[in-house]
């Protein structure tokens, strides 16, 4: 799974930068905001997770967990402990059913969810969900055998194995039973929580997970901000699946890596003001043979920042296509349109339109040829413009 994990670096601010809000658990605690422009309260969120529910997504005959929702932020605030607001969520799952045809092992994709958090203090946590046939019955085993190989006791709960352990300086817990692996990582840095030491908060979070499991899987996570971005939509809702069929027709691309910035950030203006700002992205690939290790694999990667205010985009816009990048020459959004060497060999399509500024790129060889860049996500941007409007 980490290979879907390269492309989530993230890029320094242009001036001074200042994290102000955090994400809590689902419902909403905010406060509405009569000026969008103003500095909210410190502490205040502005992204707000909400746990899977409803029916399941299927791969084949297989009801997919969500790893997200497996262990959410209220779930982790129920533990006594919260995400750090200068932190980024990362979760990848599947946001659309695949038909039994074409549910096919992924190979170097490995896991069919995963679900990373940062905790205040530096703690992380990551959840990850093995299934067949999404990931084939040997990897499936061979995680379910990782307890045996460190000489950890196992136990039997409602049907499932599970084992908790010290891994190196962490903890790694597995549950499992056949055709399914669940492993929750702990890298953890206080020596206790409230009133726990570590092996206690990592056998209360572990209790959780098992619970989930054992409630049967549920829909994804979803994530939802609040003011002064309220509204802001999923990028994975605006680069769908049709908008991917756009440049790689064929069959379903129903896997996707989410990415949400935990809280946003004050950047100052040169007129004085200060300016607010989130980041959201999505990369989006096909379900074909070996996954990102197969030659039919193909992706599309959307990163968008959101201001408070459109004003902002403006200057923004004019940074990215000014300079050496290439006049893209059709209209999209509501600003200059064009085509960026992010290097090396990669080249990007970058527009704006309302409150976003949006940059759209793709992989393999095809990211290095900039008409074939041009003409490959051309049309994806005319996607993803209609829906944001």
């Known amino acids: 799974m980490m290979q879907r994990y390269g492309w989530l670096v993230a890029a320094a601010a242009t001036g001074v930068v200042v994290v102000l809000v955090a994400v809590v658990a689902g ?53 006594g402990v919260r995400i750090d607001p200068g932190s980024s969520f990362i979760d990848s799952h599947l946001d659309g059913d695949v038909p039994a045809d074409a549910a096919v092992p992924q190979g170097g994709l490995d896991s069919i969810s995963n679900c990373r958090y940062t905790l205040v203090g530096g703690d992380e946590l990551s959840v990850t969900v093995q299934q067949t046939p999404f990931t084939t019955s040997d990897k499936v085993d061979q995680t379910r055998s990782w307890p045996l190989q460190n000489n950890a006791v196992m136990r039997h709960d409602r049907g499932l194995e599970v084992s908790s352990y010290r891994d190196g300086a962490g903890w790694t817990t597995v549950i499992g039973r056949p055709k399914l692996a669940v492993t929750i990582s702990f890298d953890l840095r206080r020596p206790v929580y409230g009133d726990r030491d570590q092996h206690q908060f990592v056998l209360d979070v572990t209790r959780t997970v098992v619970d989930a499991v054992v409630a049967g899987a549920a829909g994804p996570a979803v994530y939802r901000h609040t003011a002064p971005f309220t509204g802001v939509k999923s990028p994975c809702l605006l680069l769908s699946s049709d908008a991917f069929q756009q440049a790689y027709p064929g069959g379903p691309s129903s896997l996707v890596l989410e990415y949400a910035d935990a809280g946003f950030a004050a950047v100052p203006q040169d007129d004085g003001e200060t300016a607010l700002r989130t980041s959201a992205s999505c990369v989006r690939s096909n379900v074909v043979p070996d996954g990102a290790l197969g030659p039919q694999y193909r992706d599309i990667r959307m ?7 459109p004003q902002w985009t403006v200057q923004h816009d004019r940074a990215d296509c000014g300079g050496q990048a290439v006049t893209l020459g059709v209209t999209l959004g509501d600003g200059a349109s064009c085509l960026t060497d992010s290097g090396p060999s990669t080249w990007n399509l970058s527009f704006r339109t309302g409150r976003s500024v949006i940059t759209l790129s793709t992989g393999g060889t095809a990211a290095g040829d900039r008409e074939t860049v041009k003409r490959l996500l051309t049309p994806v941007a005319r996607a993803v413009v209609t829906r944001l409007r």
Do not use: F, I, N
């Open 303 to 309: 990163d968008m920042t959101v201001w408070d205010k």
């Open 27 to 79: 419902g909403s605690d905010a406060a509405p905001q009569p000026h969008p422009g103003d500095l909210p309260p410190l502490g205040q969120p502005v992204v707000v997770q909400e746990p899977g529910g409803g029916e399941p997504l299927s791969y084949g005959d297989t009801a997919a967990y969500d790893a997200c929702a497996l262990l959410s932020t209220r779930t982790l605030g129920d533990q």
